[in-house]
């Protein structure tokens, strides 16, 4: 049982592709591959907590694809990944169980399981693998997938078909220049060092920064990582591509690029400046912070004015992703624990936001905000669900979003970063405002209803459409009254990010076959 | 592009080209080659044969599935990957065997090049799944 359970890194990458392989086959049979994808999925998340609980136990695991020692390609299961790989399989299991009733039925059953495979073992191999190379393979994985699956059609078609394809379009388009980029990102830290594994370059980069002879093209490549990470999280210059492409991405999906999708930009900022560019760090730190800080204003002040519900939340996506990206400037332990705290809870709430945008999009039949009205009648269980959301990503006090946020101003005004905390402080009211705003003008009001308007659809949320935001709506709950485990958990990997030697170690005294 | 040259050319073309790239295929684990480049070419000969002859008269003798082919290609490459863990080695650890047949002499069987078909099936699948519905307008 135990030799099994060491293969659980590949295993999480390679079971989606497999099975995205059988989805192919079973096309014609809907029941089967729905049943099917569900199994598998909870399996991969059950697995996913085995993964998190073994590397707790016991330290860091290091799986070798083909065993071929540190020269091939490893995966590499720290907290830092195993805890990323159980927030994206939570998430991603979420949101399949949400899109069998809410996507519309061809686009479900000819491409749509494929495609959330690749996306799930694209997602788990970024987190997982220690090889930078790989890691750009997984990122267009990725890409590839979650593009496709931007097209699926909804029920009740609210998203033009043209609107899809411009925003696929040009999230395609950004993206592909980002992978450029971090190709010959790659490429330069291969020529320079001469090796793609991590552990390995973060050794030969301290040796060469102890020795002095560090050359200058290192700050420029770590300048090309912060453009490629930066543009998966929609940081400020490179942020325009998400409030086009999260808004016409069916629900689910939304959920899922809202959700799991721009914390890998956060992720690869993580792993590839406290590992590889440790020793570079001091210089990045301030531009971190400052792109941190304008993205949160340009996000904050840009959801104001939405009126489309899914719009506004992508716009609060931008801003909220840039506290993350201030916690991670900060650089303190504390600061990075605050970050992933912050960064789990947003993924909770907002990945939950976006799916209860979707049952209130099917029930009113429109994005507008300003054609609903008086939905808390109507859709009791969604204003619910909206009004946690709202209350955690506003950070209000019960939900998980106020302890994110008071651990990150806590860590920031601890590190004496008092000017970003007050910015950052300040546009925190935006976030109260745009959120209730939309709350209200959605559920307060009004009664436009279905036999007055004619607006409302008559489809029900089912429990596929309901179990999934009430469980994520209780997770965002509970990491507001009992956040211990969550910041304890935090603090353990933001110890292990700054101390990089077990990490190293771990790799590097692999022996070859 | 229907000119009797094209047409006599392609017929030619089509065979020796799908035993190249069969041979490509073959030669691919330690020789130049591979899965790759080997369904590139078969699909390029299937893409030509579709540009002169018209996608609608191909489709009445020869209408394979591509996606099926792509389906095959990927779990043949991952089962694969997957075999070596029941013989309890990591995933994706090759196997290689030497073999004495009696007219061919000595074959190198490696489980390596079983990824490598794995590999030639997504290539052919996905570029002429591909090409097929671009150019099938009708639909």
């Known amino acids: 049982m135990i030799a099994e359970m060491s293969h659980l890194p590949i295993i999480l990458i390679a079971v989606p592709i497999l099975m995205a392989a059988l989805m192919l086959f079973l096309r014609s049979n809907e029941g089967v591959q729905k049943g099917l994808n569900i199994t598998v999925s909870f399996v991969m998340m059950a697995l996913s907590f085995v993964l998190l609980w073994q590397v707790w136990n016991g330290g860091i695991q290091v799986y070798e694809v083909g065993e071929w020692g540190k020269y091939g390609i490893i995966l590499v299961a720290d907290l830092l990944s195993s805890g990323m790989v159980v927030l994206s399989s939570l998430v991603s299991f979420l949101a399949l169980l949400y899109s069998l009733d809410y996507i519309e039925g061809k686009s479900l059953n000819s491409s749509y399981h494929s495609l959330f495979n690749l996306l799930v073992a694209g997602l788990n191999g970024t987190f997982l693998t220690g090889d930078i190379f790989n890691m750009f393979v997984f990122f267009e994985i990725l890409l590839l997938s979650s593009c496709a699956l931007v097209v699926a059609n909804e029920k009740g078609g609210v998203t033009k078909s043209s609107d899809k394809m411009e925003a696929t379009f040009k999230y395609l388009v950004l993206n592909m220049i980002g992978s450029i980029v971090m190709l010959i990102a790659v490429a330069s830290l291969y020529a320079t060092v001469g090796t793609l594994n991590m552990a390995d370059l973060s050794v030969k980069i301290s040796a060469m920064s102890a020795a002095g002879t560090l050359p200058w093209h290192i700050f420029a490549i770590a300048l090309l990582f912060i453009v490629v990470f930066g543009n998966k999280a929609a940081i400020f210059p490179m942020h325009y591509w998400l409030p086009d492409v999260h808004p016409t991405a069916p629900s689910p999906i939304s959920a899922m690029l809202s959700g799991v999708m721009i914390k890998v930009g956060a992720y690869g900022m993580l792993r590839v400046f406290f590992l590889i560019f440790r020793d570079a760090l001091f210089l990045f730190q301030p531009i971190i912070i400052f792109l941190a800080l304008a993205t949160i204003i340009i996000g904050a002040v840009s959801a104001v004015g939405q009126k489309d519900v899914k719009r506004l939340l992508a716009y609060s996506s931008v801003s909220q992703i840039g506290y993350v990206f201030l916690g991670i400037g900060f650089g303190t332990v504390h600061a990075l624990a605050a970050a992933l705290v912050f960064l789990v809870n947003h993924a909770i709430a907002k990945s939950m936001l976006f799916l209860t945008s979707g049952g209130i999009i099917h029930h009113a039949g429109t994005r507008d905000m300003t054609k609903m009205g008086g939905m808390i009648k109507t859709t009791p269980v969604m204003s619910v669900a909206f009004l946690i959301g709202a209350?955690?990503?506003?950070?209000?006090?019960?939900?998980?979003?106020?302890?994110?946020?008071?651990?990150?101003?806590?860590?920031?005004?601890?590190?004496?970063?008092?000017?970003?905390?007050?910015?950052?402080?300040?546009?925190?009211?935006?976030?109260?405002?745009?959120?209730?705003?939309?709350?209200?003008?959605?559920?307060?009001?009004?009664?436009?209803?279905?036999?007055?308007?004619?607006?409302?659809?008559?489809?029900?949320?089912?429990?596929?459409?309901?179990?999934?935001?009430?469980?994520?709506?209780?997770?965002?709950?509970?990491?507001?009254?009992?956040?211990?485990?969550?910041?304890?958990?935090?603090?353990?990997?933001?110890?292990?990010?700054?101390?990089?030697?077990?990490?190293?170690?771990?790799?590097?005294?692999?022996?070859?076959? | 592009m229907t000119t009797i040259i094209t047409k006599t050319i392609t017929k030619v073309c089509i065979p020796l080209v799908i035993l190249f790239s069969i041979s490509l295929l073959l030669a691919g684990h330690n020789n130049p080659g591979g899965g790759f480049i080997g369904g590139v070419m078969f699909a390029s000969v299937i893409a030509l044969m579709y540009v002169v002859f018209g996608l609608k008269y191909v489709k009445t003798f020869f209408n394979p599935d591509w996606?099926?082919?792509?389906?095959?290609?990927?779990?043949?490459?991952?089962?694969?990957?997957?075999?070596?863990?029941?013989?309890?080695?990591?995933?994706?650890?090759?196997?290689?065997?030497?073999?004495?047949?009696?007219?061919?002499?000595?074959?190198?069987?490696?489980?390596?090049?079983?990824?490598?078909?794995?590999?030639?099936?997504?290539?052919i699948g996905s570029l002429l799944f591909i090409f097929k519905n671009v150019g099938d307008d009708n639909e």
């Open chain 2, 67 to 123: 996606a099926k082919w792509f389906g095959f290609g990927l779990t043949l490459a991952s089962l694969t990957a997957f075999a070596a863990m029941f013989f309890g080695h990591n995933f994706f650890r090759s196997a290689v065997e030497f073999v004495h047949l009696p007219l061919f002499g000595e074959i190198e069987l490696v489980s390596a090049g079983l990824f490598d078909i794995g590999v030639y099936f997504v290539v």
């Open chain 1, 391 to 513: 209350m955690s990503i506003a950070g209000l006090p019960p939900m998980g979003g106020f302890i994110a946020k008071f651990v990150l101003f806590d860590a920031g005004l601890l590190a004496e970063y008092y000017i970003p905390i007050a910015i950052a402080l300040f546009f925190a009211v935006f976030t109260l405002f745009y959120m209730f705003r939309a709350w209200l003008l959605m559920f307060w009001g009004e009664i436009r209803d279905v036999e007055k308007y004619g607006e409302y659809s008559s489809h029900k949320s089912s429990y596929m459409i309901t179990i999934p935001i009430i469980t994520l709506a209780a997770l965002a709950f509970i990491f507001g009254i009992y956040a211990e485990p969550l910041i304890a958990l935090s603090q353990a990997i933001a110890e292990q990010l700054i101390d990089p030697q077990p990490y190293i170690d771990a790799v590097m005294t692999r022996v070859v076959r």
